[in-house]
C-alpha cells in the first residue's frame, strides 16, 4: 500500500506499509526490491540524515522491517545526482553494500572539515588504467544530503597503507593542500629496510625524477638540472641483527616513490619493494612479500584553528612481521619536534630569498673564474693591502699592535690556543719570537 502527503515543496513525501512477504527484511533490501531505481548510496545517505522513518523513527540501512510498519520515503526528485557533480560530470556507479562497509570501516576520524582513513594495503588512492577500487571512488559514501563530494589532497601508493587525509569542503580542501606544498604537515611513515644503515639518525638528499622508457610509473635518481630536490629524514627504531631494520621515515619533500628510492639508493630497500630493490628487498621464511611501507601518523593545521594528529594502526601483514622479528611495536612513536607553521607568503618569501642566494652565489663563482682566466697579472697579497701605505711589505713584523694582519702571524695566533695544533702551524709560530724583545 502506497500513499503521498505534501513534503512543503511541492514534491509528495511517499508512504508505504510493509507487508508480510517483507517482514524481517533489511531496509535496503526493501528499497531493491520495491525501488530499484533509487542507489544504495542514497539509501544510505537518506538514512543517515533521517529522512527515511520507519513508524515515525530514523531507521539505519540494516534495520530489519516488521509487517504491518509505516515506511516514510523521501519523494523521487530527492534521488538527485550525486552531490559535487556538476555540468558534464560522469554519472558514478551507486556504491555496493560491500563497498559502503568497507568506507565506514576505515575512518580513523571526522569532522566538519576532514575524514582521516586508514587506506588499506592494495587499494589505490585513485583509479587509473585497469584501477576500477579506489579511494576516490569510497567518496560517495561519506557524502551526506546536499553536502559537496570530499576531496582527495594527498596520495598514498597503492601497496602503501595507512594515514590518508579527505577534506570535506572545497574551502578546507584548499586550506589542507596549502599546508601540504609548504612543507607545514608532518608526515612519519614506518618502514623495514634490508640490512641496518651505518648511520641511525640520518638525511637523504638526492634528487629524484621520472625513469624514461616507464611511462612515469617509475622513478630514479638524476643529480642533473632535470632532478627534482628531494630530501627524506629517517631514524633507526630497531634492528634485528644485521639482517633488517625497522625505520622511522618523514619525507621533506612529495615526490613519487621518493621513500621507496631514496633507501634503495643508499643501499637498504623497503622489504617487499621488489619495483627498486629487486630480489634483494625479500627477506627469507614467513616474513610477508608485501610491501612494508606504513603511514603512522599525519599532523597537520586544522582550518579551525586546532592541530589535527591521527596516528593508523598497522595492518595485518606489517604488524604480524614485527613481532616474527622481536620487535615491540609500542617503541616505535619516537618524539616528534614541536610543530612550525608558515603562511603562504612568508613559504614564497622564503622560497625566493633562497633562489636569490643561490643566483648571487653562482654569479660570484663565474666572476672569480673570469678573473682568473682572463688576466695574467697576480693579485696583490692580502697582506700588503692591509700594511702601512709607505710602502713596506706587511709581511715584516712592525711591533705595533693591530698592524700586524699578513697570513703568516695570523696562522700563528691560533696556533698557540690550540696545544693539538697540527704540523703546518709550527712554523707560522717562529715569526713571533723577536716580538718579546722588541718590546722591551
Known sequence: MTSYKSSGAG?????FTVRPDDDDVR????????????????????????????????????TRLVAGQTLRVP???????????????RVRKPLTDEQIQLAESIVLEQDRAAIVINKPPGLATQGGSGTHEHVDGLLDAYVGDNEPRPRLVHRLDKDTSGVLLVARTPGSAAFFSKRFSGRTARKIYWALVMGVPDIHDGMIELP??????????KMMVDESEHGMPSRTRYRVIDRAGNRAAWVELQPFTGRTHQLRVHMAAIGHPIVGDGKYGGQAAFLSGSISRKLH??????????PEGDLLDVTAPLPEHFAKSLEQMG?????GDLPLEAPVFAEPKEIEKRAAKAHA???????RGERRKRADEGSNVARKPSGQRAGKPGGKPAGKPTGKPGTARTAKPAAGKPAA??????????????????RKPAGK
Open 293 to 302: 611501507l606504513h603511514a603512522r601518523r599525519l599532523r597537520i593545521e586544522h
Open 357 to 363: 642566494k643561490q643566483y648571487r652565489k653562482e654569479r
Open 11 to 15: 514534491e509528495a513525501v511517499r508512504q
Open 75 to 89: 519523494p523521487p526528485g530527492a534521488a538527485r545526482p550525486l552531490a559535487g557533480s556538476g555540468k558534464g560530470a
Open 417 to 434: 690556543r690550540r696545544p693539538a695544533a697540527g704540523p703546518a702551524a709550527r712554523p707560522a709560530a717562529k715569526p713571533s719570537g723577536p
Open 208 to 217: 629524484l625524477a621520472k625513469q624514461p622508457g616507464t611511462g612515469g610509473e
Open 27 to 62: 531496509l535496503d533490501r526493501w528499497f531493491k526490491r520495491h525501488l530499484p531505481d533509487v542507489g544504495f548510496a542514497t539509501v544510505s545517505r537518506w538514512a543517515r540524515t533521517g529522512q527515511i522513518r520507519v513508524d515515525g523513527k530514523r531507521a539505519d540501512v540494516d
Open 327 to 331: 620487535f615491540t611495536e609500542s617503541e
